[in-house]
């Protein structure tokens, strides 16, 4: 059975959790591999409406190991919650496990956040303030605590005084606010501990056991791809890869083992926070898509900015990612209207391009250069064979193929599991 990685083709919020929730019925392990809480999934299936921000979306299957990689940082708090919610609902959280290398987000990480996003003032990046670029930055400069760390009390307080004495250093004398109590923090976190303990495992050994069983493993991307800090919109960007690369990363598994690499993309295109937006629609027509297809944060609750598809974005990200599929989300929302528009090159400096400028400045000064297409002015929700969607829907599909150079596995046209018609087969 293959490996198969699910990513965010765009700037996020593209329908993953729906994928993966329909393709992890077959599967033995889901392992979610970058981001932090600051992602959010929406899944609806038989048991209701789940909105997800760390627990990989495979939860809902009786049989599949889901883990939280080395690639994640984690609220300990607000997985406790999400894991509550979940066995609330009747969900088995049993099966999930959390690698005892991924690090944490601590208090100081998410003060951090907001007092340096507030110093931004009118530069503000527009981070959720979960305090995830502060966790990152923590694990680069190797002042990080990781997940295994919970399990040794002694080892965690010796490092977490050592750490906490230069952040309170820097939260009082560089923004003026109150220091955190150490001992407080400490105490919070063997708490915390103590309930993850039966969780936290060596994850590298049960992915290479996975792996040489050969059974199908799925990789949960968070974010998109143009929001990855090298490639993306910088610095308007998130803090960890969310590329097909930074899933090997992020999990610990070999480039060589990953079989299958789909990007998910809407039919439309939305961003949550600042940066540049070629197509973005500060009209009528872009209240109208944000309101069809409720385009909310599922984790800030912040209305997301909505424009038309951005083909040279998309043959981008097909690019740095290596697509071998594509599944389409929210086809059934374009239902309604009597034409769209295909972004298919910028009007950049007088001149066109048809390439995503590598700097955020420069994107700024790009101007759509569209390419108009006939709506179908049906309703789509309830098809469930690629054949009967109507003949306009096709041809816009079959364009978006050709603009980005990838073929399409999966189209959705509505967020329940069986609103989803596979064109051709993913596994």
Not at 69 to 85: K, S, W
Not at 127 to 133: A, C, E, Q
Not at 221 to 230: E, H, I, K, M, T
Not at 331 to 337: E, G, R, S, T
Request: charged content about 25%; proline content about 5%; overall charge negative.
């Amino acid at each position: 059975m293959p490996v198969i990685a699910i990513l965010g083709a765009q700037w996020g919020d593209e329908g993953k959790g729906k994928v993966v929730d329909q393709l992890s019925e077959e599967a033995s392990m889901v392992i979610r591999f970058s981001g932090g809480d600051n992602a959010g999934h929406t899944v609806i299936n038989p048991h209701g409406e789940f909105k997800l921000h760390i627990v990989p979306s495979g939860i809902f299957y009786p049989t599949t190991t889901c883990l939280i990689g080395n690639g994640v940082v984690i609220n300990p708090a607000r997985l406790i919650g999400e894991i509550d919610n979940l066995n609330n609902s009747g969900i088995d959280t049993g099966r999930l496990v959390i690698s005892d290398r991924a690090h944490l987000v601590m208090p100081y990480h998410t003060l951090l956040d907001e007092l340096e996003e507030k110093s931004r003032a009118g530069k503000a990046i527009g981070t959720t303030l979960r305090g995830i670029g502060p966790a990152f930055t923590d694990k680069t400069a190797r002042l990080g605590i990781r997940a295994g760390e919970l399990l040794d009390k002694k080892g965690l307080l010796e490092r977490l005084s050592s750490i906490m004495e230069f952040k309170n250093k820097l939260l009082t004398k560089v923004y003026g606010a109150d220091p955190l109590s150490i001992e407080v923090v400490f105490q919070q976190y063997c708490q915390y501990g103590e309930r993850l303990a039966p969780h936290i495992k060596d994850t590298a050994t049960l992915i290479q056991t996975a792996l040489a069983n050969d059974e199908l493993i799925i990789l949960e991307g968070a974010q998109g791809a143009l929001l990855d800090p090298d490639f993306g919109t910088y610095p308007y960007a998130t803090s960890s890869s969310p590329l097909s690369g930074g899933a090997c990363l992020g999990s610990g598994i070999s480039p060589k083992c990953i079989d299958r690499i789909l990007g998910v993309f809407k039919a439309y295109c939305t961003r949550v926070g600042g940066g540049p937006f070629p197509t973005e629609l500060n009209d009528e027509m872009g209240d109208l898509i944000r309101e069809q297809a409720h385009e909310f944060g599922t984790t800030t609750g912040r209305p997301r900015r909505c424009g038309w598809f951005d083909a040279v974005a998309a043959r981008f990200s097909h690019q740095i990612n290596g697509f071998t599929g594509i599944a389409l989300t929210r086809l059934d929302v374009f239902d309604i209207l009597p034409e769209l528009k295909i972004c298919t090159a910028y009007k950049f400096n007088g001149k066109i391009i048809d390439y995503f400028p590598a700097g955020a400045t420069d994107l700024e000064k790009c101007q759509p250069v569209y390419e108009e297409l006939d709506g179908w002015q049906s309703d789509t929700t309830h098809i469930r064979e690629f054949d009967e969607l109507p003949a306009k829907a096709k041809k816009y599909i079959a364009r978006l193929e050709e603009s980005i150079g990838c073929r399409t596995n999966i189209v959705c046209v509505g967020p329940r599991r069986e609103q989803t018609i596979e064109s051709s087969p993913v596994l």
